[in-house]
């Protein structure tokens, strides 16, 4: 795959107390622009790296989400210079569903729209099977560590990768 003109993807991941919006909440979740690689951490609840647990847990200080949301908006529309924002994320059926709760919840419309892609299913059309939607995983450059900006650009990484030619 060469010559393509992909630009205004956004890769995200997002860490959350909680299975979904109406049972948890949202703690923090990074934002990945592809091809520029500029990125975003939205802090919602601040974690920090615990040795005992070998998590990021919640240290108690929280940020006003409506703050968070409106400069996470303006940050897209810098970086996509307007144009609409394409979401893609290793686990979209997740990360999406927190994204676009917040968004509707504190600013009343969603920058994304109401579609998202995955990684994976990108993945497994490339190498022609369907039941393969995780071996990309290896290509990531960037440790999968729960810091969600982390997170996202190992997929960035790993997309990027992909589209030069190389397999999982």
């Given at each position: 795959?060469t010559?393509?003109?992909i630009?205004?993807?956004?890769?995200?991941?997002c860490e959350?107390?909680?299975?979904?919006?109406?049972?948890?909440k949202?703690?923090?979740?990074?934002?990945v622009?592809?091809p520029?690689?500029?990125t975003?951490?939205?802090?919602l609840?601040?974690?920090?790296f615990?040795?005992?647990s070998?998590?990021?847990?919640?240290?108690?200080?929280v940020?006003d989400?409506?703050?968070?949301?409106?400069?996470?908006?303006?940050?897209?529309l810098?970086?996509?210079?307007?144009?609409?924002?394409?979401?893609v994320?290793?686990?979209?059926a997740f990360?999406?569903?927190w994204?676009?709760d917040?968004?509707?919840?504190?600013?009343?419309?969603?920058?994304?729209?109401?579609?998202?892609?995955?990684?994976?299913d990108?993945?497994?059309?490339?190498?022609?099977?369907?039941?393969d939607?995780?071996?990309?995983?290896?290509?990531?450059?960037?440790?999968?560590?729960?810091n969600?900006?982390?997170?996202?650009?190992?997929n960035?990484?790993?997309?990027g990768?992909l589209?030069?030619g190389?397999r999982?």
């Amino acid at each position: 795959m060469t010559n393509l003109d992909i630009k205004n993807l956004i890769f995200m991941d997002c860490e959350a107390n909680g299975k979904c919006p109406s049972m948890g909440k949202l703690t923090e979740f990074g934002a990945v622009a592809y091809p520029s690689k500029s990125t975003f951490h939205g802090v919602l609840v601040e974690r920090v790296f615990s040795v005992d647990s070998g998590f990021r847990v919640a240290t108690g200080k929280v940020f006003d989400d409506k703050e968070v949301f409106k400069k996470f908006e303006k940050w897209l529309l810098e970086i996509t210079e307007g144009e609409r924002p394409k979401f893609v994320s290793d686990n979209p059926a997740f990360d999406w569903q927190w994204i676009n709760d917040s968004f509707w919840r504190n600013l009343g419309r969603n920058p994304f729209g109401h579609s998202a892609r995955r990684i994976g299913d990108f993945y497994a059309g490339l190498i022609g099977d369907f039941t393969d939607a995780s071996s990309w995983k290896r290509l990531r450059v960037t440790k999968h560590d729960h810091n969600p900006v982390h997170d996202a650009m190992g997929n960035l990484e790993a997309f990027g990768r992909l589209l030069r030619g190389e397999r999982g």
